[in-house]
């Protein structure tokens, strides 16, 4: 499998030349493995994902959450304007809302002039039911993580080879704890065992998240006993806190002082 940052900034777009080394574009990461295409979210890095990247691939959108930063490319996609394409798009109930109604609440006029049904491509919604999916040969399982309004992971697998994108949780401190708010760490932590790449929020340095708690994401530090409690391979630390830009996160990953551990940058690839 080979995973591509296209945009790994949360909460709302950045630019300008203090963020071109780790990118400006919100959520999106693109998997590519044999005859499929799969896409983690449709943040507005997803507007670079362009026709010859895709070519005669089969393409699939893993929705994590409805959460504007996730969405807000979406109409841009350049599949979306191809006659004869099919997206499948996968994601949560939230909210009591199924897959399809979440997106048409946003993008509807007045909001905005098209329904995804008016696009060329035919796009299919699908609501998880946190069952098993399989995509081709790539094996999905969904979990849900603390989040406001609620947030899924994936665990996807082809082969002996497994990638585990947690965008937006707010993990607790202790992998090892107890039961909370529905959310089971046990589970979790065997979600994460010996996956050979996980993306993982890390979105608030530990000062940061004192005054922050509640707002749904995790500190490099949770990030990194996670991975450590699970023997996961590689971390990539995504969710870009807007405020933090180039100087901030290169000084911090220095400090993080770790191979196996690295801010996400837009434009970086990694064969799994
Ligand atoms: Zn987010
Ligand atoms: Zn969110």
Redesign the pocket.
């Known amino acids: 499998m080979r995973l591509t940052v296209f945009g790994a900034r949360?909460?709302i777009p950045v630019h300008g030349a203090r963020f071109r080394e780790f990118g400006g574009a919100?959520?999106c990461f693109l998997i590519e493995a044999g005859d499929q295409a799969i896409l983690i979210d449709a943040?507005t890095g997803i507007i670079a994902v362009d026709k010859e990247i895709l070519a005669d691939r089969e393409i699939s959108i893993l929705l994590?959450?409805p959460?504007i930063?996730?969405l807000a490319g979406l109409p841009f996609f350049a599949a979306l304007y191809e006659q004869n394409r099919s997206i499948t798009v996968y994601g949560a109930e939230r909210g009591g809302q199924g897959l399809g109604e979440q997106i048409d609440a946003l993008y509807r006029p007045p909001y905005w002039p098209l329904n995804m049904t008016e696009y060329p491509a035919d796009v299919e919604y699908q609501t998880l039911r946190y069952q098993t999916l399989s995509i081709g040969d790539i094996r999905i399982d969904p979990m849900e993580v603390p989040?406001p309004g609620g947030?899924t992971a994936y665990r996807i697998r082809r082969g002996d080879r497994t990638i585990v994108i947690a965008?937006?949780a707010e993990l607790p401190e202790d992998p090892r704890g107890f039961l909370r708010k529905g959310f089971d760490p046990g589970a979790f932590l065997a979600f994460l065992t010996d996956a050979d790449l996980v993306l993982m929020?890390s979105?608030y340095t530990k000062n940061e998240y004192a005054g922050r708690q509640g707002y749904?994401?995790s500190t490099a530090e949770r990030a990194l006993a996670w991975k450590d409690a699970a023997g996961v391979k590689q971390m990539l630390l995504v969710?870009h806190d807007p405020g933090h830009d180039d100087a901030f996160l290169i000084a911090w990953e220095k400090e993080i002082g770790r191979t196996d551990v690295r801010f996400a940058r837009t434009g970086a690839q990694i064969i799994i």
């Open positions: 949360g909460s919100t959520t943040g994590t959450h959460h930063d996730h989040h947030c965008t937006d929020d979105q749904g994401h969710h």
